[in-house]
């Protein structure tokens, strides 16, 4: 059996090399699919590794609450996510920031409404800046990180703002504008505290830490009017009555809502959504699409092998006449779809992390790699080569010895 596998293997690496810019193009047309896939399982993986990680910082004891919505659930993810005004029909208040406040296992909770608004100062004008309203207890439930200055406190939080760092630069032309004022709806606000450069741009709060300007809520209610609040975050002293607590928020909002279920609380994974939703979405289009790359690899790899057997006929019938089984015919042709396959899947494998690390040096996303990722990878080579491979295999072993030896080039 060992010489026989020998055998196989060396009658398809010489009937490969024998044709090598052929078995090249062929292996291309597979390494091309299978980029596409460790290119996909790449990105993903490392965005739900991100995901994933910033919910281990922030802790177990979070429950968020958020607008439900009527839509089906791929156009909810996509509009939560793409629109400024995905929540602006949400029912959510400050007063249920309050409420849930009250709730004796919650310790603090904090509201998250966010507005498109015009912000200047003396020089400069950003026309489109995101308004984050919240509590100043918001800062002590986020892990933020400040650059310069500090965040908001009771004393002084009807009259400062605290900035991102991108944000710093297009408004002032500086990194630490702390103690200088904006006009936001004709009113002055000091800065006094601008966060640092946050990396990670994907977070369940779904917030642009870099370009945000974070204020009261209460105050920027009194300027803008009907505000609306996207999201209540709220920590338990402990974490073992976190389903509790959060049936608890559910029966309580229940009740201030009229018994309308028109909102989600949400605890643990769950929490990840909308960004993992979408990140799902994204993912089986895009397998949709390398799948659509393999299957015209695969193709390939079959019209090679068909090619092949027609050329080979005449060896067909001598191998045949001297004792071949059909059996080790078939086995001959199907060991060269799977090394022309597994040559390709190498290639890819290679080229698909290429292209992971140059998409790494443009976006936040480091290149994820595990053996998950790689276990896949070989079975899907291994799939293609035995299911492009069988046919041509099988109409080899299916010759008849007398006609193929009559057959000539």
């Given at each position: 059996?060992?010489?026989l596998?020998?055998?196989?293997l ?5 009937s490969i090399?024998e044709n090598?810019t052929?078995?090249f193009l062929?292996c291309?047309?597979i390494?091309?699919?299978i ?5 996909i ?5 490392s965005?739900s590794?991100?995901i ?18 009527t839509k089906?659930?791929?156009?909810s993810?996509?509009?939560e996510?793409?629109?400024s005004?995905s929540?602006e029909r949400?029912t959510l208040k400050?007063?249920?920031?309050k ?7 919650v ?33 002590t ?7 310069y ?8 939080k ?7 760092h ?9 990194s630490?504008?702390v103690?200088r ?5 004709g009113?002055?606000f ?7 450069e ?14 945000i300007?974070?204020?009261d ?12 609040v996207?999201q ?11 389903a509790?607590?959060?049936?608890a928020?559910q ?11 028109n ?7 769950a ?7 979408l990140?799902?979405?994204?993912s089986?289009m895009l397998?949709?699409?390398?799948s ?18 027609a ?8 191998r ?11 086995m001959?042709?199907?060991f ?11 290639m890819?494998?290679?080229l ?22 790689l ?10 080569g035995?299911i ?7 109409k080899?072993a299916?010759?008849?010895?007398i006609?193929?030896?009559k057959?000539?080039?």
């Open positions: 059996m060992a010489m596998f020998r055998t196989h060396k009658l398809a690496r010489t090399k090598r052929r078995s062929t291309l047309g390494a091309i699919g980029a596409s896939i460790i290119l399982l790449s990105l993903t993986g965005i590794k991100l994933s990680s910033e919910l281990e910082s922030i802790g177990s004891d979070l429950i968020v609450v958020r607008p439900s919505s089906d659930g791929i156009t993810v996509i509009e996510l793409t629109s005004n929540f949400s400050v007063e249920d920031t409420s849930i406040s009250e709730i004796e296992q310790t603090v909770a904090a509201p998250i409404a966010l507005s498109v608004n015009t912000i200047t100062n003396e020089d400069n004008t950003v026309a489109s800046a995101t308004i984050l309203g919240t509590t100043t207890d918001f800062f439930m986020e892990p933020l990180a400040f650059r200055g500090t965040a908001l406190s009771e004393k002084n009807e009259t400062s703002v605290v900035i991102g991108m944000l710093s630069l297009y408004l002032f032309n500086t630490n504008p103690g004022t904006l006009n936001f709806h009113q002055r000091i800065v006094v505290g601008v966060l640092e946050v990396t990670d741009s994907i977070n369940f709060n779904n917030i642009d830490y870099n370009n300007l974070i204020m809520v209460n105050v920027l209610n009194d300027l803008i009017g009907s505000l609306q996207q209540i975050n709220a920590k338990v002293a402990n974490t073992s009555e976190l509790s607590t959060a049936e928020i029966k309580l909002l229940l009740e201030q809502h009229s018994g309308d279920t909102f989600t609380v949400s605890y643990g994974d929490i990840a959504h909308p960004a993992s939703s990140l799902n979405i994204i089986g397998a949709i699409v390398a659509v790359s393999l299957v015209v690899g695969g193709i390939g790899v079959m019209n090679i092998m068909l090619v092949s057997v050329e080979r006929t005449h060896e067909i019938g001598i045949k006449a001297v004792g071949a089984s059909s059996r080790n015919i078939l001959q042709f199907m060269e779809s799977l090394i022309m396959s597994i040559l390709g899947g190498i890819g494998i290679i698909g992390y290429i292209l992971a690390f140059f998409a790494s040096s443009i976006t936040p996303f480091a290149p994820y790699i595990s053996w998950q990722i276990l896949i990878v070989f079975a899907t080579t291994i799939g293609v035995v492009f491979g069988i046919y041509p295999a099988i080899a299916s010759k008849n010895p006609d193929s030896l057959h000539y080039r």
